[in-house]
């Protein structure tokens, strides 16, 4: 019986979604943020939340950046 290591997994299926996922408005590839489990448009400075490892890719569910975060990206 293989166990296998759930972030790990989690992780592998982040990387790959970055090449299919794009924002819903700019179409525009998106960041990981791994620590915050979210997706970045750094275009629109939103922020989709990534739940149970699906990413939301609904703009209602969408939030805004704070303007520190902008900046950091924009670096
Ligand atoms: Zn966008």
Do not use: G, W
């Amino acid at each position: 019986m293989m166990i296998f290591e759930s972030s790990q997994i989690a992780t592998t299926m982040n990387k790959n979604l970055l090449d299919i996922v794009v924002c819903p408005i700019c179409k525009s590839h998106l960041r990981l943020d791994e620590a915050k489990h979210e997706l970045i448009c750094k275009v629109d400075k939103l922020a989709y939340p990534i739940r149970d490892d699906i990413p939301v890719m609904l703009v209602d569910e969408a939030r805004s950046l704070t303007p520190e975060e902008a900046i950091a990206l924009s670096s």
